[in-house]
Every structure is written in structure tokens, then in C-alpha cells.
């Protein structure tokens, strides 16, 4: 089973970068999925999820409004489109599936990781 991350890259603050998370080795249509980013120096922390149906999401508080996730069971994929980016926005981003049907905040939530795409804004 793998996840594949890709879509990150330099951006200047107030622009948009869009990843896509790509999941191969089995289906992941009734399991909820999400996003999670890691600074350097800082912990790895919950960005936004998806429940298996794509009918629920769930944000951080500090990106609501900027990004959003979304999926294609047909394709097996995950997106999160990234608006007015912020300099803060900075990190490592992991997409993460194979927990239940809905979603988590909690990185023990999940079983399988992508190996993390790098997104840099600058200011």
C-alpha cells in the first residue's frame, strides 16, 4: 500500500498551491482521510479531513477558509487546495488513510502516510 504525495513547491505569500495525495495497493473509499503538516523543529499537526463519502470535512482553526479537501473514490485520490497562503503555512505536508469511515485530528488515527510533500511560502 502506498501514498503518494505531490503538488508542493515555492509559492509567495497570498498564493495558491494544490496537493494531491494518490493511493495505490487497495481502495480507501470507506475510510475517512486527511492532511497533516510538519514544521521544522515542531510537532506534526492536523491540517483538514475528510469522511469516506467526501459528504464531511473537518479543519484546523488555522486554515479555515483557505484550503480545502476534497476526494475521487473513483481515483483513489485526495486533494487540498491551499489559498492565500501564509508564511506560517510552511511545512512538510503528509496526506494519511485507513482509519475508520469519518476522520480524526489524531495522527493514530490513521495507518497509512505518504512520504510528505515540502511546501514553502515565502513573504
Known amino acids: 500500500v502506498q501514498l503518494q504525495a505531490s503538488g508542493g513547491g515555492l509559492v509567495q505569500a497570498g498564493g495558491s498551491l494544490r496537493l494531491s495525495c494518490a493511493a495505490s495497493?487497495?481502495?480507501?473509499?470507506?475510510?475517512?482521510m486527511g492532511w497533516f503538516r510538519q514544521a521544522p523543529g515542531k510537532e506534526r499537526e492536523f491540517v483538514a479531513a475528510?469522511?469516506?463519502?467526501?459528504?464531511?470535512?473537518y479543519y484546523t482553526d488555522s486554515v479555515k477558509g483557505r484550503f480545502a479537501i476534497a476526494r475521487d473514490n473513483a481515483k483513489n485520490t485526495v486533494s487540498l487546495q491551499m489559498d492565500s497562503l501564509k508564511p506560517e503555512d510552511t511545512a512538510v505536508y503528509y496526506c494519511?488513510?485507513?482509519?475508520?469511515?469519518?476522520?480524526?485530528?489524531?495522527?493514530?488515527?490513521?495507518?497509512?502516510w505518504g512520504q510528505g510533500t515540502l511546501v514553502t511560502v515565502s513573504s
Open positions: 494519511a488513510a485507513g482509519g475508520g469511515a469519518y476522520y480524526s485530528d489524531s495522527p493514530k488515527y490513521y495507518a497509512y
Open positions: 495497493g487497495r481502495t480507501f473509499s470507506n475510510s475517512g
Open positions: 475528510i469522511n469516506w463519502s467526501g459528504s464531511s470535512t
